[in-house]
C-alpha cells in the first residue's frame, strides 16, 4: 500500500503540476495516459501471471520453477515494450489528434507520450520484477525501491515542470522527462536485487516450455483486458471531449482525486491477496485459500468504502488543489463523487480479481470488466448520455453501472469455485507439489 500511495502520488503530482499551465495541459496529460496504459497493460499482465506461479511454487518450495518464471516473464516484459518506443517517436502528436483533440492539445499530448514510451520496455521490467518479488514473500524490497523511484520522479515533475532554481522551465516536457527517469531507476535497482542476494528471488537460464505456456496462458487474458479497456477508454474520452475539453479534465482530475485516495489501498490489497491466495493453494489448503479471499475483500469493503464517504463529502474541497478554472473545478467534483459511490464495488472486484489471478483464473476477471466497460460505461454514456440526450448525468451513471457489474460477475466467479481445480492441475503439470524442496 505505501509502494502504491507513492506511484499514485506520483501520478497525482504530474496533474497537479499540468494544472498550473492550463485546462489544456491536463487534458493532453489524460489523453496521453490512455496510450501509455497500452504498455502499462502488458507489465501488469505479465505481472499477473509471474505473482501467480511464484507466489505458489513459494507456497509450494519449487524455488527452480518460480525462478524459471521470473526469468522469463522479465525477458518477456523487455521485448514487449520495443513497439511502443517505435510508436511514441513516429506516432505520437497523430495518436493525441485523432481523438479530436485541439491543435495545442495534440502537440503537447504527443511531446509527453513520445517521451514517456521511450522507456516502455524499462518501464515493463520494473512492473514484473516488483510482481515476481513480492510473489515471493517480499513485498518490501519493491516498496523501497519504487519509494525512491517515486520521489525522484515526484521532485523531478515539479523541479523540470516549473523551472525551479537553476533548472529550465520546461513544463510538460519536464514532467515526461522525470516520469522516464524513474522508469529507468525502477528497471535497474529491481533486475538488481534479483540478480543479488537481496531478494528470496532469482535469475536462472530459461529451459522450460510448459512454464512459459502457463505464464502466457495467465497472463494473456489479463493483457487483453487491459488492452481492451484502454481502447475502450478512448472513446468514452471522446464522448468527454464532445461535452468540451473541461469536462475532459474534470474527468482526469475527478478520477485522479480517487485514484490518490482509495487506489493505494484498492492495489495493495489486491497484491496481497494476490500473495496470501497463491502461497495458500501452493500449500495444499484450497478452504484456506477461499478464506483469505473472502476475508480480505471484507477488509477492503470496509475500508475503501470508509474512504469513499469521506471523498463523496470532501469532492469539492479535494478537486480544488488541482485546478482554479470554475467550470473545470464543478464537472470535477461530479466525477469525484460518482467514483466516491462506485468505491465500495470497485474494491470488491479488485480484490476479488486478484484471489482469482492467484488462483490462475484471469478469465473471469476479464470478462466481466469488458462487458462492464462496453456496455456499462461507453454504451450508457453514448446512448443515453448524447442520443438521448441526458448528457452529463448519463456519463456520471454509467461509471457506476460499470463496476456494478464488473463485480458481480467476479463475485460469481469466486464463489463457484473453479479456479482453485484449475490451480492444481496446472501446478501438476508443471511438476509443482505442496511442500516441494
Known sequence: MVEQFLRTLMRTTDVAVTGLFSPAAVAAVGLADLYARLPLRIGLGLGSGVIALSSQDTGADATANRDEAITQAILLGAVAGIPFVIFGYGLGRWAIAVL?????????????????????????VALVAARSIQGAGDTRTPMYVNGVSNALNIVGTVVLGLGLG??????????????AVGNVFSAVALSAAIYGAWTPAGFVRPTEWTITRQLLAISAPRIVEGLVTTVLEF????????????????????????????????RGYRTGTSIVVGQTLGEGDPAGARYNGWAA????????GSLGAVLFVGAEWFVSFFTDDPATRGYAAAFAATYAVAAPVTVLYVVLAGALTSG???????????????????????????????????VYASIVVYYLWATIYVVVGFYRGGWVERTQSMMDERGTTPGED
Open 235 to 266: 472513446p468514452f474520452n471522446s464522448i468527454l471531449l464532445f461535452f468540451g475539453t473541461e469536462v475532459n479534465a474534470a474527468y482526469q482530475i475527478g478520477r485522479r482525486v480517487y485514484q490518490q485516495l482509495t487506489g493505494p489501498l484498492s
Open 166 to 179: 537553476p533548472a529550465p522551465t520546461l513544463e510538460i516536457v519536464g514532467v515526461g522527462i522525470a516520469t
Open 360 to 394: 490462475s483464473d484471469t478469465t473471469t476477471p476479464f470478462i466481466g470488466r469488458i462487458t462492464g466497460m462496453f456496455f456499462g460505461m461507453v454504451g450508457v454514456s453514448y446512448v443515453f448520455g448524447i442520443r438521448l440526450g441526458y448528457g452529463l448525468p448519463a
Open 100 to 124: 479530436g483533440a485541439e491543435s495545442e492539445v495534440a502537440r503537447m499530448g504527443g511531446l509527453y507520450l513520445a517521451i514517456i514510451f521511450a522507456t516502455t520496455p524499462a518501464r515493463h
Open 297 to 304: 475483500a471484507a477488509l477492503g469493503v470496509a475500508t475503501v
